[in-house]
């Protein structure tokens, strides 16, 4: 592509000096002007019979050299006509000179400046590079509307009734099988929710069931108490009975707390003076167990909620903290409001909790350590009735350890004051 255009350049160079020479030999010096320079991007040279410059396109003949010793004026002196291509390295330009003898033996010299093959071909490839880069830029924008176009109708699709829309028959398989996986899952779900109904409801009726023998196991053992006397068994019978009638009473409380359709009477109370109240109480417990029990309560502190349920839900966790916490160790309460919620805590220092249990502290009957539950007669329910409470007061119940020998369990509830 090049070599055609330099051939085009060249033949252009020769024409237009043709053109000039018949002026020049029909019209004499009178042809060329000043202007003649603006009529073509080619450099026009009249040279006398000796090489001196007669006219120059650019510069000021005066100021030029003799040009007899050019190859171009030498060929034309013997040949009529001559030409040559010069070089410039620092420039990356080329210059074609033809030199055309005239009537009188004067020489008309035409030359004309083009970028060398390396400069061309480099401007050629920036100019293709730029064309590429818009053509690359533009394609990227049709292609992403188009497929925004394409994936539009996928959004749209109802993935809960996935064949109510298809929007593409090819992805009909695909929403069928889906289809049948939400059927799949939803059957899953109200089974599963069945068989919870079912398992609160038989703990509801056998806590219920149970109440009525314990009665009268422990009404029976008072009896015997009266006609024999304190002895160990009747000591044992009536403790054991304590023990189960307190189960059977959790029980009965964390299926009423887990009953979806139950509603708490939602009722202001002062929740500052509620903790107060019942840190006091627990007073007694951590001193006879060598335990430091303090609080931090933020004062004047009134939320909305179930006042039993909410005082009972810090008796569990002082009670749970008091009976976990190693000895001579730290029980601190805290009750605060921070950015329109209020935070009810409950930390204590422990000898060891694994973190990997903190997941299932509030599952029922889960206890951590096996072994301390068996001492402090523990069924492992009181966190399960705690996280109950929380949420049937519309709050959130979270568990933290920080270094493995401590917890902090959190209940965050809204505060309905502005």
């Given at each position: 592509m090049y070599n055609r255009y330099d051939i085009y350049m060249k033949q252009g160079v020769r024409d237009e000096a043709a053109y000039i020479k018949t002026g020049l030999e029909e019209d004499g010096d009178v042809f060329l002007s000043d202007r003649v320079g603006d009529a073509t991007s080619s450099r026009i040279t009249l040279l006398g019979k000796d090489g001196q410059v007669l006219f120059d396109s650019i510069e000021n003949p005066e100021e030029m050299e003799n040009h007899s010793n050019r190859p171009e004026f030498i060929e034309a002196e013997k040949q009529g006509s001559g030409e040559m291509v010069r070089y410039s390295d620092t420039l990356s330009k080329q210059t074609f000179y033809y030199a055309v003898k005239l009537k009188d033996d004067?020489?008309?010299?035409?030359?004309?400046?083009?970028?060398?093959?390396?400069?061309?071909?480099?401007?050629?490839?920036?100019?293709?590079?730029?064309?590429?880069c818009v053509i690359l830029v533009i394609e990227l924008f049709l292609v992403q509307k188009q497929t925004r176009k394409l994936?539009?109708?996928?959004?749209?699709?109802?993935?809960?009734?996935?064949?109510?829309?298809?929007?593409?028959?090819e992805l009909r398989p695909l929403l069928f099988r889906l289809d049948q996986q939400n059927r799949q899952i939803q059957k899953q779900l109200e089974d599963l929710k069945n068989a919870e109904s079912a398992r609160k409801e038989f703990t509801a009726n056998v806590s219920h069931e149970l109440k009525t023998p314990l009665t009268i196991i422990d009404a029976d053992a008072e009896v015997l108490e009266m006609d024999f006397g304190e002895n160990e068994w009747l000591s044992d019978i009536q403790n054991q009975t304590k023990r189960l009638t307190d189960l059977t009473n959790n029980l009965i409380l964390l299926a009423r707390m887990e009953e979806e359709s139950m509603k708490l009477p939602m009722v202001e109370f002062p929740l500052s003076d509620v903790a107060e109240e019942v840190i006091g109480n627990f007073q007694t417990l951590a001193k006879a167990q060598n335990k430091f029990l303090h609080g931090k309560i933020q004062p004047m502190i009134s939320m909305k909620g179930d006042e039993k349920a909410i005082r009972q839900l810090i008796g569990i966790l002082l009670d749970n903290a008091v009976k976990y916490s190693d000895e001579k160790g730290e029980i601190l309460l805290t009750v605060e409001v921070q950015r329109n919620h209020i935070f009810l805590s409950v930390f204590n220092t422990t000898e060891f909790i694994n973190k990997k249990e903190i997941a299932h502290l509030f599952e029922r009957f889960y206890r951590a350590d096996k072994s301390r539950n068996s001492q402090t007669?523990?069924?492992?329910?009181?966190?399960?009735?705690?996280a109950a409470t929380v949420r049937a007061n519309k709050g959130k119940i979270s568990a933290i350890t920080e270094d493995e020998k401590s917890l902090r369990i959190t209940a965050v509830f809204p505060n309905g004051k502005k």
């Open positions: 004067q020489v008309l010299r035409v030359a004309r400046t083009t970028d060398s093959l390396l400069v061309t071909m480099l401007t050629s490839f920036l100019l293709l590079g730029g064309l590429v994936i539009e109708p996928i959004n749209r699709i109802d993935l809960e009734h996935p064949l109510e829309h298809v929007c593409y028959e007669g523990g069924y492992g329910i009181g966190l399960s009735i705690a």
